[in-house]
């Protein structure tokens, strides 16, 4: 049940492919929190997933677009806006994808071409989006842009790869972009970095179920899932955030502020039972 914490707001959400999708859960609670929205995915994922199902359950206008396409973003933000009658109040970018890590090329052997494919959907998209909106005037003062990051853009994750750099542009544009978008029209603009979550892009990522299991037993308070990412971006969507901006935000259960955890531990530890003598001193190779 919601808290009406959205009523009267007006939003986007780009990126639900599937009940899998972050997006897709963003999308339930935004409504449940009161609020109208319109939804936009690529016109293949469009076919190729359930989306129509979402936007037929929220009584929400599904605009197929391309977000790596300054025209067809505009047409998103003026539909959006006859449609819901008036300006965006709310934007959600879940948008990501590299053709390097579809094809397995490890990141010492990137194809550039699909290197520049996966920084143009995953992070410039993001830049087309808020500059579309700025030129048009289509998000209301105290707006809030929203999109979803990874820690890999700090840190090095195993088989994260050309995504990492994606994540790291994207959170500077956040930043950038943040900062004229906060002085010129009170748009706040943030990144929420996410704990790892199983949803069909995830899925493409080598190693993803050590990943999972492995950040489950570092966080005190295990993963966060697709759904209480949905409950932060509501938050972060609300007025109760008013003066957040420019912020990459952890929303990983404790996972980025540890170095190593008693259970990560013990099952470091278990994996060195076959390598013990008869006196339980570790064997090294």
Same mark, same amino acid.
Request: hydrophobic share 40%; aromatic share 8%; proline share 2%.
């Given at each position: 049940?919601?808290?009406?914490?959205?009523?009267?707001?007006?939003?986007?959400? @780009?990126? +639900?492919?599937?009940?899998?999708?972050?997006?897709?859960?963003? &999308?339930?609670?935004?409504?449940?929190?009161?609020?109208?929205?319109?939804?936009?995915?690529?016109?293949? +994922?469009?076919?190729?997933?359930?989306?129509? /199902?979402?936007?037929?359950?929220?009584?929400?206008?599904?605009?197929?677009? =391309?977000?790596?396409?300054?025209?067809?973003?505009?047409?998103? !933000?003026?539909?959006?806006? /006859?449609?819901?009658?008036?300006?965006? $109040? @709310?934007?959600?970018?879940?948008?990501?994808?590299?053709?390097?890590?579809?094809?397995?090329?490890?990141?010492?052997?990137? =194809?550039?071409?699909?290197?520049?494919?996966?920084?143009?959907?995953? &992070?410039?998209?993001?830049?087309?989006?808020?500059?579309?909106?700025?030129?048009? $005037?289509?998000?209301?003062?105290?707006?809030?842009?929203?999109?979803?990051?990874? *820690? +890999?853009?700090?840190?090095?994750?195993?088989?994260?790869?050309?995504?990492?750099? &994606?994540?790291?542009?994207?959170?500077?544009?956040?930043?950038? !972009?943040?900062?004229?978008?906060?002085?010129?029209?009170?748009?706040?603009?943030?990144?929420?970095?996410?704990?790892?979550?199983?949803?069909?892009?995830?899925?493409?990522?080598?190693?993803?179920?050590?990943?999972?299991?492995?950040?489950?037993?570092?966080?005190?308070?295990?993963?966060?899932? &697709?759904?209480?990412?949905?409950? #932060?971006?509501?938050?972060? @969507?609300? =007025?109760?955030?008013?003066?957040?901006?420019?912020?990459?935000?952890?929303?990983?259960?404790? !996972?980025?502020?540890?170095?190593?955890?008693?259970?990560? *531990?013990?099952? #470091?530890?278990?994996? @060195?039972? /076959? !390598?013990?003598?008869?006196?339980?001193?570790?064997?090294?190779?």
């Amino acid at each position: 049940m919601g808290n009406n914490l959205l009523k009267g707001k007006r939003g986007i959400i @780009f990126g +639900a492919l599937n009940d899998m999708s972050i997006a897709w859960k963003v &999308a339930e609670r935004a409504v449940e929190e009161g609020a109208i929205i319109t939804l936009s995915n690529t016109p293949l +994922a469009v076919r190729m997933g359930t989306t129509n /199902e979402l936007a037929e359950k929220l009584n929400a206008k599904l605009i197929p677009a =391309d977000a790596t396409s300054v025209t067809d973003l505009e047409q998103v !933000f003026e539909q959006s806006m /006859e449609v819901l009658g008036g300006k965006i $109040d @709310f934007v959600l970018h879940s948008i990501g994808m590299s053709p390097n890590v579809r094809k397995k090329r490890p990141y010492d052997d990137l =194809d550039y071409d699909m290197l520049l494919t996966t920084l143009d959907i995953s &992070a410039i998209s993001f830049h087309k989006m808020m500059q579309v909106a700025k030129k048009m $005037d289509a998000i209301n003062d105290y707006g809030s842009v929203v999109a979803l990051s990874y *820690m +890999a853009a700090q840190r090095t994750v195993f088989g994260y790869n050309d995504m990492a750099d &994606a994540k790291s542009m994207l959170e500077s544009i956040a930043r950038s !972009f943040g900062y004229i978008y906060g002085r010129e029209r009170n748009v706040r603009v943030n990144t929420i970095s996410q704990s790892p979550t199983v949803t069909t892009a995830g899925s493409g990522v080598k190693g993803m179920d050590g990943l999972l299991d492995f950040s489950e037993r570092m966080s005190p308070l295990g993963n966060a899932t &697709a759904a209480d990412c949905a409950d #932060y971006c509501v938050v972060m @969507f609300s =007025d109760l955030t008013r003066k957040v901006t420019m912020q990459n935000l952890l929303h990983d259960g404790g !996972f980025s502020s540890m170095a190593m955890s008693y259970r990560a *531990m013990e099952q #470091y530890n278990k994996s @060195f039972e /076959e !390598f013990k003598d008869e006196n339980g001193k570790i064997i090294y190779g």
